[in-house]
């Protein structure tokens, strides 16, 4: 199995094991020089505490370096992250714990989109304001200051008209087509759209079998076994959709371990999401064949939200991110150059 996450987690274990060590300074300390440091009006460090679901995936750990980068005493912050290990119970106790020091601002990553109403309620009584990145919740809007992420559904809806293009082009637009997907954690919000958006398109082909929906929890490892299971119990699968890149490399390694071929220069279509620069590397070698782009780099874009809210300005609600998708038509070693994670 390549493991290309390996390295990454590595580098952020580390980095949050020093971050966590370097503690909850207050007061001003680390501002060097006037002007540098975004403060808050009274001068002193703004505080933000962040609850980060996991570190399942490269794009989470491009996410969380992205914080971590981002909110720098340099910069006239003070970040409080906790890694909620993929529990959603230690996300509350985070954000509980946020209430408790006080904080400035909250920032969640909801690894599922239920079970967050009492928790943004206490938030929202102690006066802090609550900002989402990259995952929604399913609670009343009174209870966060906005969203700031992907539009999941929009990400599946364009990977099933690419799939219906892709198909037309290769003249295999009545073809009876069996579709297999590996979602993400069940319940997470980036699941839940992509699902849906790709539903939305899949409803208008009769001849698009969706045979089975496997959980690969976002991860190479889950990705590659279910793949292995799905290998085993389908024999005639002609598409394969990844809720995101590091389940489409376990399935990759799933589908040639059982002697079969994908991408451009194989059999089966692989459908991905996220576009890592190590998807890159696969759409180069041709077993990806495209992927559909989710930014994770939401520090700058946290912070500028913040900046707005210091400033007293009011922010717009729901913030998607721009994307785009890349296939194995375009340019790829160019497009790979300028990325950074
Ligand atoms: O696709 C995946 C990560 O929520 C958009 O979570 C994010 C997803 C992303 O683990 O790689």
């Given at each position: 199995m390549r493991s290309r996450v390996k390295k990454g987690l590595l580098i952020s274990a580390l980095l949050l094991a020093g971050l966590g060590a370097a503690g909850c300074g207050r007061e001003?300390?680390?501002?060097?020089?006037?002007?540098?440091g975004e403060t808050s009006a009274a001068g002193r460090l703004i505080t933000v505490g962040f609850s980060q679901l996991g570190s399942e995936s490269d794009w989470r750990i491009a996410n969380s370096e992205s914080f971590v980068n981002t909110f720098t005493r340099e910069n006239g912050y003070d970040l409080l992250l906790e890694n909620a290990q993929q529990k959603q119970e230690n996300q509350l106790k985070a954000i509980r714990k946020f209430v408790l020091q006080d904080v400035d601002y909250i920032v969640v990553a909801p690894i599922v989109e239920s079970g967050w109403d009492s928790a943004l309620q206490e938030a929202k009584n102690a006066g802090i304001p609550v900002i989402l990145a990259d995952r929604m919740v399913d609670a009343d809007e009174s209870l966060y200051t906005c969203y700031v992420g992907g539009n999941f559904v929009k990400e599946g809806e364009e990977a099933g008209r690419w799939l219906e293009n892709y198909l037309k082009e290769q003249g295999r637009s009545e073809e009876t087509i069996n579709i297999v997907t590996l979602q993400g954690t069940p319940g997470a919000s980036a699941a839940i759209g992509r699902t849906e958006g790709f539903a939305n398109i899949l409803?208008?082909?009769?001849?698009?079998?969706?045979?089975d929906m496997r959980n690969g929890e976002f991860t190479q490892a889950k990705g590659e076994e279910e793949m292995e299971d799905l290998l085993a119990a389908y024999e005639d699968i002609d598409v394969v959709v990844c809720q995101n890149d590091n389940m489409a490399f376990g399935a990759v390694d799933a589908i040639h371990a059982a002697g079969k071929t994908c991408g451009p220069k194989g059999d089966i279509v692989i459908i991905s999401f996220d576009a890592v620069k190590a998807a890159f590397d696969y759409m180069i070698e041709g077993t990806i064949h495209v992927d559909f782009e989710c930014n994770p780099l939401h520090g700058p874009r946290v912070a500028e939200i913040i900046q707005e809210l210091e400033a007293g300005k009011t922010v717009d609600k729901i913030q998607y991110v721009d994307e785009t998708y890349f296939d194995y038509t375009m340019d790829l070693e160019k497009l790979k150059e300028g990325r950074t994670y």
């Open positions: 001003g300390e680390g501002l060097s020089a006037a002007g540098q409803e208008e082909h009769d001849n698009w079998n969706m045979l």
